[in-house]
């Protein structure tokens, strides 16, 4: 059964860090990509990032550039986000997703709170 969890969301204060994690399970992700995604309270659900399986080249939300990293532990099976500089308007649920042969996967989302 394919899955992800995410987990490491929490309540920071503005400037500060957060990782989450994104465990996946039934697929693997040295052979898939996994991003992830946000949703405010009152928005749509937006990109943030997305790391390619071929050479862990990442795309970020102009958003976020510059501010955050997204990398992957195959090992693991776990993809992150390391979040640095966190703003307000970051507070959001975070998921991560994959798309597995032709089928959308999302976990189940992390709660994050960003306090000025």
């Known amino acids: 059964q394919r899955q992800l969890v995410e987990s490491g969301g929490g309540l920071a204060q503005s400037g500060g860090s957060l990782r989450l994690s994104c465990a996946a399970s039934g697929f693997s992700v040295e052979y898939y990509g996994v991003g992830w995604f946000r949703q405010a309270p009152g928005k749509g659900r937006e990109g943030v990032s997305c790391?390619?399986?071929?050479?862990?080249?990442?795309v970020y939300a102009d958003s976020v550039k510059d501010r955050w990293m997204i990398s992957r532990d195959t090992a693991k099976n776990t993809v992150y986000l390391q979040m640095n500089s966190l703003k307000p308007e970051d507070t959001a649920v975070y998921y991560c997703?994959?798309?597995?042969?032709?089928?959308?996967?999302w976990g189940q989302g992390t709660q994050v709170t960003v306090s000025s």
């Open positions: 997703h994959a798309h597995v042969q032709l089928q959308d996967y």
């Open positions: 790391i390619a399986v071929t050479d862990d080249s990442a």
